[in-house]
């Protein structure tokens, strides 16, 4: 080692700190080679009879330098904590494996019990983590509670060694009586996609133990966020879940709404740049309707979700207690709607509480809906037991019983439903809403909307058609927030008022329709909840029922009337 670079050195190595059981070369920027030239380090960690925290980050080893560091590891048995992010900067792939195993093999020859594993910011791929798979699999590891792995590359090949090396690692814990609780897991930026999410997410749902999940940025989409959806509910102690800038659509929103019930300790959550939509976010403001009692921060930013929807979340999250940020930049509000949204936090004194809506994309252009981004993936599809019912929308299925068998004059009724169908069915019109699946929110408002069509001034036939329109309203109403929630936003679809994913189609409104709906809103089943929802979208547009003036101002007057009876 030429004379500047040993100065160089010496004068590093004056600065590392030394304390409280910890040795830290954090942030000197040395290029470590050969054995000499750790040949200082070496020694200090010789020396330091109790060490449990070792910093190498922003440093380089070679495989020489790494091999000679873990020597001296090998009597270090009381080590806890290796924080050795970015620590093989201007390295040949190849040699980091190496490395890796020599580091990783030490620890478990020492026999170490670590707490806590940071690599991340280390290029190393699939083959960086084969040189630490038998360490995650070791005793090493089976007290492991928080793992570290942003931006490493480890692609979905690496995913999978992964998830499987903390399967094993469970596996083998568990027969000890000593199960793994990793309590913090991060691996953003890895290009993970759907096989690599859902082969972690069989790992999380294992552990049952995790705290906060970092995935940010893995190119995930749908099918991944389904099965890391169904794997967060088995983690009740979750407190943070970063799933910035992927994918997730509408079915992707839904599922991990759905997983969002079972987590009572929730305190942030980063879905921004996901492509929730507003469909999505009308979904997850049911869940802050009934649950997240403790939520702090909540992130939808950049998700394409349109002012009223963006209303709805406002309203949701400001009745929240420990609410502290609500992230909506980057949506499709407009200047008026951004206006509205300041608007609705400052009545509810909640206006720091919303952030910046600077990059705000200005509201949408009328277009036709658009085919899911989702419908051609080639990732894995979930097994329905994991996801709720796995239909093509994606909808909530909420263990709805089987639904009985009809005559088949109900059936022809809800095939092809006219008047005088419906008034020959008698008495046994009742078991129309039994037919409804409300698993299938589609079905069931298109229904909804073609009994409401039928609507007659003639007595008779407005006491069967109202008498229908409660049975299968009451019933898709009758479940959870999210159920009934997801029921309506559908029901808005079809009438134009908001836009959907894939191709829906849209029904050609008719007067009749709205007067049923303006009869239902006052009914003991339609919560003010629901009016609220429904108020806010026939507020913001008001030209889709154009062809139906004198029922929408009908239907308008009375959801206004039935809130302001309720604020007072």
């Known amino acids: 080692m030429a004379t500047d670079d040993i100065a160089q050195l010496a004068d590093a190595l004056s600065k590392t700190h030394v304390g409280d059981g910890e040795l830290s070369y954090k942030g000197l920027g040395l290029k470590l080679d050969s054995e000499q030239s750790v040949k200082d380090i070496v020694q200090e960690i010789d020396q330091y009879q109790d060490l449990r925290a070792l910093r190498l980050e922003g440093n380089t080893l070679g495989v020489e330098a790494a091999h000679a560091i873990a020597k001296a590891l090998e009597k270090k048995d009381l ?18 494996p190496t490395a890796l195993h020599s580091l990783g093999s030490a620890l478990m020859c020492a026999g170490a019990w670590l707490t ?74 890895n290009r993970l996609e759907n096989e690599g999410a859902s082969a972690l997410a069989k790992a999380f749902k294992l552990m049952g133990s995790l705290e906060e999940v970092h995935m940010p940025q893995n190119g995930i989409n749908y099918t991944g966020v389904m099965a890391l959806a169904s794997a967060m509910r088995y983690n009740p102690e979750l407190r943070v879940l970063n799933f910035n800038d992927n994918t997730f659509t509408k079915r992707g ?93 400052e009545q509810r004194e909640k206006g720091e509480m919303l952030a910046s809506l600077s990059d705000d994309e200005g509201e949408p252009e009328e277009e036709d809906d658009e085919d899911d981004a989702d419908e051609n993936d080639s990732g894995n599809e979930i097994d329905e037991d994991e996801c709720g019912s796995g239909k093509k929308e994606g909808f909530i299925n909420e263990d709805s019983p089987t639904k009985p068998t009809c005559s088949a004059e109900v059936m022809a009724f809800i095939t092809s439903p006219t008047v005088e169908k419906l008034l020959q069915l008698g008495e046994t019109r009742v078991n129309v809403q039994q037919q409804v699946e409300t698993s299938d929110p589609h079905k069931a408002a298109e229904l909804l909307m073609k009994v409401a069509a039928l609507y007659h001034d003639e007595p008779e036939a407005k006491e069967a058609v109202l008498e229908t329109i409660d049975g299968v309203m009451k019933k898709c109403l009758s479940g959870s927030d999210l159920q009934s929630y997801c029921f309506l ?41 629901y009016t609220s929802l429904l108020y806010t979208f026939l507020s913001k547009n008001t030209e889709a029922l154009k062809s139906c003036s004198s029922a929408r101002d009908k239907l308008m007057s009375t959801l206004e009337n039935t809130l302001n009876s309720e604020e007072n």
Not at 79 to 96: N, V
Not at 156 to 184: D, F, T
Not at 273 to 285: F, H, P, Q, T, Y
Not at 511 to 518: I, M, R, V, Y
């Open 489 to 529: 936003s559908t029901l808005l679809v079809i009438m134009g008022l908001l836009k959907g994913e894939g191709k829906v189609k849209k029904m050609s409104l008719v007067p009749g329709q709205l007067l049923c709906l303006e009869h239902a809103v006052q009914q003991n089943y339609f919560k003010p909840d």
């Open 79 to 96: 080590l806890q904590r290796c924080y050795w992010s970015d620590i093989f900067t201007g390295r040949l792939r190849s040699e980091i």
């Open 253 to 345: 929103t839904l599922a991990m709404a759905q997983a969002l019930k079972h987590l009572k300790n929730i305190q942030v959550i980063n879905f921004g740049d996901c492509l929730v939509r507003s469909e999505g976010a009308i979904a997850l403001a049911a869940v802050l309707k009934e649950g997240l009692p403790i939520l702090k921060e909540l992130n939808l930013s950049f998700g394409e979700i349109t002012e009223a929807a963006a209303l709805v979340i406002a309203q949701a999250t400001a009745e929240k207690f420990h609410m502290e940020k609500l992230d909506l930049n980057g949506n499709c509000l407009g200047e008026e709607g951004c206006e509205a949204l300041r608007e609705v936090m």
């Open 116 to 189: 806590e594993l940071d690599l991340s910011d280390n290029a190393f791929g699939p083959d960086g983590v084969k040189g630490i798979e038998q360490l995650l699999k070791s005793p090493t590891c089976h007290t492991l509670k928080e793992l570290r792995l942003n931006n490493c590359g480890m692609g979905i090949g690496g995913g999978k060694i992964l998830a499987n090396a903390l399967i094993e690692c469970h596996r083998e814990s568990s027969a000890l009586g000593a199960p793994l609780k990793l309590k913090v897991f991060m691996a953003g930026r």
